[in-house]
């Protein structure tokens, strides 16, 4: 049985409360001191029972664009007549990666109430969504609305260390294993790191949040067009050492092509003008990271201090944890693609994939934090088989879930589903999923490759084609998962599901539809996509 995190206190409020997680777990303690509960004959809310006491009497519309394929100005318009939070909600990536310390419903509901001044914490939607949750914010009044100072939430301590983007704590550097073999056109690694002098503990399904610092080759070259000194003081530290661990070099923010046209004039300050307004006058914004702006701008002359101020905050990374801790306590795996790309002549580097694959040493002390899974989880009841769906780095969790149901001796059966490009250089942990199988934990293994044929076969095609026992498992009440891309390999997967369930469930394609969307609301289709 999965052994999930010890928790000394009732969880009074549910995890749905539009509080952070600090504020949620001082007043856990606050309540559960003052009623002297002690987990003593408590029983915690069911997610129905959450959802329904923190509901409010607000409207319930479905969310119909809770659908991360889904571009933000079709999401806007579905939106179009709701009340803030709801409009705020549909601005959202839609992913719930938990990389903001919320899911994606009940951070909007954090801005719309004025308990989350931060409008720049949605890592996938980028600048799209600050730009709109800015818009809206400002048309509704402003500034999102406040609590009144006589009801004011009292500031929360830190929390345990390591529980929080906002309270990291530190894991040391073991090792890295590339996974691919020769002829790949990926760079994955296995990564590891010890627990012990953190004291962090997680449950399959949490993702891991890595703080990793900007690759000092590009601090560099920023502090070099920018014109300053490396040892020029920003706020008690050096400039440099404030653009490698404080504030993000990828895409050039709209308040620092603000600053830029506070600093210029003629032709080149209405170019920053418009930038900032979202255009792209000149057609060259794919280049425009912090070091292309000031390549572009060359002439702007822009003080240390200014420039450090117009830059967003360097945002943690999560990844999906792809060990079990109940197998290898006090230790942690990752199992991370490395990025990297180039637009135009310039190459461009993955901020905390290529820290873990090149930048970090074993030994090394690096920020973490363990990020509590929102509904992705081995089903309570061991029993219970699983059908896991993860092509490239989507197998991370599930090589958690079969560690995690071998140590525990869990009974029910497992089918994953893996896929990448080429068996001979692609087919990550290959060696340990056949001794899975030997030893009878991994019951089927259905693999996809992409670039070994004539034709690219991928893992939804091989559901279609093991459709009619996969509907068997489902009928007999196995569990659903799929992790990775979002923007395409998901929806193809639950399209490919639609399809097995129409076919072998001998349903219309209306019914096939409500038949996996009943999985979802039962909590037996889970995603953990990105």
């Not at 004039?265 to 990271?289: C, N, S, V, Y």
């Not at 006090?330 to 990025?339: A, E, F, N």
């Not at 989507?394 to 071998?406: E, S, V, W």
């Amino acid at each position: 049985m999965t052994v999930q995190t010890r928790n000394p206190l009732v969880q009074v409020l549910p995890e749905t409360a539009p509080f952070s997680d600090e504020q949620r777990s001082w007043l856990n303690g606050f309540f559960a001191g003052l009623l002297s509960l002690d987990n003593a004959g408590v029983t915690a809310l069911s997610t129905a029972e959450n959802a329904a006491l923190m509901s409010g009497g607000a409207e319930d519309d479905g969310a119909p664009w809770h659908d991360p394929a889904m571009e933000i100005a079709e999401r806007m318009k579905l939106a179009e007549g709701k009340p803030l939070p709801r409009k705020l909600f549909a601005a959202m990536a839609q992913q719930d990666c938990g990389q903001c310390g919320y899911v994606c419903e009940t951070y909007s509901a954090a801005i719309a109430e004025g308990k989350e001044p931060r409008l720049n914490l949605c890592a996938p939607g980028g600048k799209d969504t600050l730009r709109m949750l800015k818009a809206l914010t400002e048309t509704a009044g402003g500034e999102p609305a406040g609590i009144p100072a006589e009801v004011a939430i009292p500031a929360a301590p830190a929390g345990p260390a390591g529980r929080s983007r906002e309270n990291p704590a530190f894991a040391t550097f073991l090792s890295r294993r590339k996974l691919n073999g020769e002829g790949s056109e990926k760079e994955t690694y296995h990564v590891e790191f010890d627990l012990t002098e953190s004291g962090l503990d997680y449950v399959v399904g949490d993702a891991f949040g890595i703080i990793p610092g900007n690759d000092p080759r590009l601090v560099d070259a920023v502090i070099g067009l920018l014109g300053a000194r490396p040892d020029a003081d920003i706020g008690g530290k050096t400039l440099r050492e404030v653009l490698i661990a404080d504030v993000a070099l990828g895409p050039a923010p709209d308040a620092l092509f603000q600053l830029i046209s506070y600093v210029t004039g003629g032709e080149t300050r209405q170019t920053a003008k418009r930038l900032a307004a979202g255009e792209d006058p000149d057609g060259d914004l794919d280049r425009l990271d912090v070091l292309g702006t000031l390549h572009k701008f060359a002439r702007a002359r822009l003080s240390a201090e200014a420039f450090v101020e117009a830059l967003d905050g360097l945002q943690p990374r999560l990844y999906s944890i792809s060990s079990s801790f109940t197998d290898t306590p006090g230790r942690i795996s990752l199992t991370v693609d490395t990025v990297r790309y180039a637009i135009g002549n310039r190459p461009r580097w993955g901020v905390a994939s290529t820290y873990l694959a090149e930048r970090v040493s074993p030994g090394d002390r690096v920020p973490v934090y363990v990020q509590r899974a929102h509904g992705f989880g081995l089903p309570p009841d061991p029993r219970i088989s699983v059908i896991m769906v993860g092509p490239g780095t989507g197998i991370a969790p599930f090589r958690a879930f079969l560690r995690d149901r071998k140590a525990t001796k869990a009974p029910g059966k497992n089918w994953l589903f893996f896929g990448h490009q080429r068996r001979a250089s692609d087919f990550f942990y290959e060696e340990e999923l056949n001794e899975l199988k030997q030893d009878g934990i991994l019951h089927g293994l259905t693999l996809a490759w992409s670039r070994d044929g004539r034709e690219k076969i991928y893992v939804q095609d091989r559901m279609r084609e093991r459709g009619a026992e996969l509907f068997a498992w489902l009928d007999e009440g196995a569990h659903f998962y799929v992790c990775g891309d979002a923007k395409r390999m998901a929806k193809d997967v639950e399209r490919a599901l639609v399809d097995v369930v129409a076919e072998h469930g001998k349903r219309s394609a209306d019914d096939a539809v409500a038949y996996v969307g009943a999985l979802k609301k039962a909590g037996r289709y889970q995603a953990d996509i990105y």
